[in-house]
Structures are given as C-alpha cells and as structure tokens.
C-alpha cells in the first residue's frame, strides 16, 4: 500500500493508470475510519475488480465546518487508519494536508468553490450554512486528482451523497457514484466517528436517532401520515430523552429530496439531534 501526500504525485499516478487502462474505485473519507467505512472500501473493491486499484483518501476538510463547529477536535489518527486500510488492501491511501489542497487558505488567498445550488438548501444546508459548499469543492478537487470511474459514499450522509450525484451530472464528471448502505452498531445507530464524542449515558440516548425511524416506518405501515404530524410526534419521542434536542426531521422524495406532505411506505426520513453538544444524523426510507 502507498501513502500519498502531495496533490501532483496522486494526479501523475491516476494519470498513468488511466492511461493504461486501470480501473479505479474511490472512497472519500475524513479518517478516523470504523466498520462503516470499511464497508464503503470492500464495494470499491468490488466495483474495482481484481485488477483494479482502490484508492480511500482521508482528509479533515476545513471547509465543511462552521465558525463553532468541531474541526479542531473532530478525532484524527492516520497511522491507526493506514493499518485498516492496509488490512482491506487498500493500493493507495492521499492524505493531503491543508495547505496543498487549499493553498493559502489561511491567509484568505484561496477563493475558488463549487456551489450546487438547490438541494444544498435544505436540511444539513439549513442547519449549516455553508457546509456543503465544502463538501462539493472538496469532492471535486479530490476527483480531479484521483480520477476515479466509481466511487463510492455511504446512505447515512444522505443528503451528502444526492448532492454530489447533481453535481457529478451538473459539471460532466465521468465518474459513477455508488451509494452504499449505512452500518449500525447492534442497538441500531448509525455508525459515525462523531459517536467517540458520546459518555456511556450520552451513548445510550443516542439510539434516539434510530428508534425515531423505527416509530416512523412502524406508522406509516398502517397507512399514510400528515407529515405536521408525524413530525410532531417524533418531536416528543426525541424530548423524552433529556440529553437529547431535536436540529430537524424532514419527510422527502428519496430521490428529488422534494419535501412531502403527506408520508406514506417509500418516502425518505431524515432527522438531525444534538446529543448532549454532539450533534449526530440519520436516514432511512420508510
């Protein structure tokens, strides 16, 4: 497995394997990599091939985090992570860092982003302003420079993982976008390397997330549901935990993420909460 740091070296090398001919499978990541992860690395590996090469970058990107939010913090362990990666042989781990992805960030030099405009407006995009602004610049770079044809995202940043396809079809890119299903722990929540901020009390409340779609699902087998209502009701379920306060819920078309009103077997559900100052989402189709 080789570890890259520099932007150019990573493009000369996917320029070669194009070159001749090698498939390339792509998993972006933030690090501090957990079973879900991995799972995203063994569909690259599939859509690879035996020949083919899987690429998993792993970058904090500073431009997806707000003013308050957790970039300082949010958990980082590169040695830990290239073991992984080597045990799910993984050909090529980027590991850029800030000022050769974003030169003169910093001193307010850099200036150039990607904006989609409609999708990234709603839900994560309302609630953090300016996220995915981060989120399709960085994207974007990393698909320059890794050249993939398939990579892979997971379910559980939903939102994420429509916005990226939008763009992807938007600006021509020839990559396909494989979304991969969400691993959960066995009390159901979701996995993300955001739950390391959770106390064992904190930890506990969390699966709040999960048993809000199981409510939800377990509703509209029964029929269709207003959903002021049942969005109202899933309000009090996550209240009922004292750790635990509501961002957002939001009832949509899977596809369209155009907002529903009425909720019925199909529609998606997504739900941001606050567990204690960990702020965690999750997603499923009812």
């Known amino acids: 497995m080789r570890l890259i740091r520099e932007p150019s070296v990573m493009q000369r090398l996917a320029r070669r394997w194009q070159r001749q001919g090698i498939r390339v499978a792509f998993v972006p990541t933030m ?19 035996a020949r083919g090469i899987v690429v998993v970058s792993i970058y904090v990107n500073p431009t997806q985090f707000g003013p308050r939010e957790d970039f300082t913090r949010y958990p980082r362990d590169l040695q830990r992570d290239l073991n992984l990666c080597r045990s ?4 090529v781990v980027f590991a850029p860092d800030d000022e050769a992805m974003y030169p003169g960030l910093r001193q307010g030099r850099y200036s150039t982003y990607v904006v989609e405009e409609r999708l990234s407006a709603i839900m994560e995009g309302a609630s953090r302003p300016g996220h995915f602004r981060g989120v399709t610049t960085i994207v974007a770079k990393l698909f320059h420079l890794v050249l993939p044809d398939v990579a892979v995202f997971g379910a559980k940043d939903w939102q994420q993982a429509a916005i990226i396809r939008r763009m992807v079809a938007d600006l021509n890119f020839p990559v396909r976008i494989v979304v991969a299903p969400t691993v959960r722990e066995s009390d159901g929540l979701a996995m993300s390397s955001r739950n ?5 009390e904190e930890r506990r409340q969390a699966t709040v997330l999960f048993r809000a779609l199981q409510y939800a699902r377990q509703q509209v087998s029964r029929g269709p549901v207003p959903a002021a209502r049942l969005r109202r009701a899933v309000a009090r379920l996550v209240a009922a935990e004292p750790l635990a306060r509501l961002d957002y819920v939001a009832f949509f078309d899977s596809e369209t993420l155009e907002p529903v009103r009425e909720v019925r077997a199909g529609t998606h559900m997504a739900l941001a909460v606050f567990i204690g100052r960990t702020r965690l989402i999750d997603n499923a189709r009812l």
């Open 88 to 91: 799910e042989d993984v050909n």
């Open 196 to 200: 390391t901020y959770l106390d064992p």
């Open 31 to 49: 690090g501090y990599l957990h079973e879900g992860h991995l799972s995203l690395i063994r569909v690259a590996r599939r859509h690879a091939g």
